[in-house]
C-alpha cells in the first residue's frame, strides 16, 4: 500500500539538500544507483560503510523520499544523491555514469499479465544497459521465491553471469549489504531472503 502524503511534504522536500542537479558529486568516485530507494535504510547504510564511493538513491513516490529525507537529513554526507522520478527517466540524469544497480525487494508484479513491469524483466535490463559505464553488474535482494526464480533466469538470459548467490543471505557469508525496512520486517518474520549478484562484460 502507497504510503499517504505527509501535510509538511513540500515542506519536507524543500528542506533536502540531497537531490541531484546537473553537477553530480565533486569526485571522480564510482557511482552505484539503488532503484526504488525506499525510505533509505540501505542506502544510507551503504553511504556511510563506503565514503569513497558515491551512491545515488530513486524513488518515484514523493511520499516516501519524504521518510528518507528524514533520516538522510541527520547527516552531512558527499556521496549521496537522490531522484524523485520515475524509472524510465533515469537514464536523461544518469547515461554512462553507473558502476552497480541494486534491486532491493522490487515490487513482484505476481500475476503473469504484468511480467513486463517486473524491474528485472528484459526491457528494463535493456534501460540499464543505458546506465552503465563499463562492466554491468547488478545486485538484487527479495524476500518473493518466484520472483527471485524469474529475475535469475531473465539475468542469465540476457547474459548476465552470476558471482555470487544465496537463499538465505542472513546465515550466508555476505556482510556488506545493509538491511532494508522490508528486509528488517520480512526476515522478523522468519522468511529467508534470497541475494544475487551477476555482471556481463
Same mark, same amino acid.
Given at each position: ?12 522536500? /524543500?528542506?533536502? /539538500?540531497?537531490?541531484? @542537479? &546537473?553537477?553530480?558529486? %565533486?569526485? %571522480? ?18 553511504? !556511510? ?11 518515484? $513516490? ?10 538522510? %537529513? ?25 558502476? #552497480?544497480?541494486? !534491486? ?10 504484468? #511480467?513486463?513491469?517486473?524491474? @528485472? ?5 535493456? !534501460? ?19 520472483? $527471485? &526464480? ?15 548467490? #544465496? $537463499? ?6 555476505? #556482510?556488506?549489504?545493509?538491511?532494508? &525496512?522490508?528486509? &528488517? ?9 534470497? $541475494? ?6
Amino acid at each position: 500500500m502507497r504510503m499517504r502524503n505527509p501535510k509538511n511534504m513540500d515542506e519536507i522536500l /524543500n528542506s533536502c /539538500n540531497y537531490f541531484l @542537479t &546537473e553537477d553530480l558529486f %565533486n569526485n %571522480n568516485n564510482d557511482i552505484c544507483l539503488e532503484i526504488g530507494m525506499g525510505k533509505g535504510n540501505f542506502l544510507l547504510g551503504m553511504c !556511510l560503510n563506503h565514503p569513497d564511493i558515491n551512491y545515488i538513491g530513486v524513488e518515484k $513516490y514523493s511520499s516516501v523520499i519524504c521518510s528518507a529525507i528524514k533520516k538522510i %537529513n541527520e547527516y552531512e554526507l558527499d556521496n549521496l544523491k537522490i531522484l524523485n522520478i520515475d524509472i524510465m527517466d533515469i537514464p536523461q540524469y544518469l547515461y554512462g555514469k553507473i558502476k #552497480t544497480i541494486y !534491486l532491493n525487494f522490487s515490487d513482484p508484479w505476481p500475476k503473469k499479465r504484468n #511480467t513486463k513491469r517486473r524491474l @528485472t524483466s528484459e526491457n528494463f535490463l535493456k !534501460l540499464y544497459d543505458n546506465l552503465f559505464k563499463d562492466e554491468k553488474h547488478i545486485i538484487l535482494k527479495t524476500d518473493n521465491d518466484d520472483f $527471485y &526464480e524469474f529475475s535469475k533466469e531473465s539475468l542469465l538470459s540476457y547474459g548476465y553471469k552470476i558471482i555470487n548467490e #544465496t $537463499y538465505d543471505l542472513h546465515n550466508s557469508d555476505i #556482510t556488506d549489504s545493509p538491511k532494508t &525496512e522490508y528486509e &528488517e520486517k520480512f526476515s522478523s518474520q522468519g522468511v529467508k531472503i534470497k $541475494y544475487i549478484e551477476v555482471i556481463k562484460k
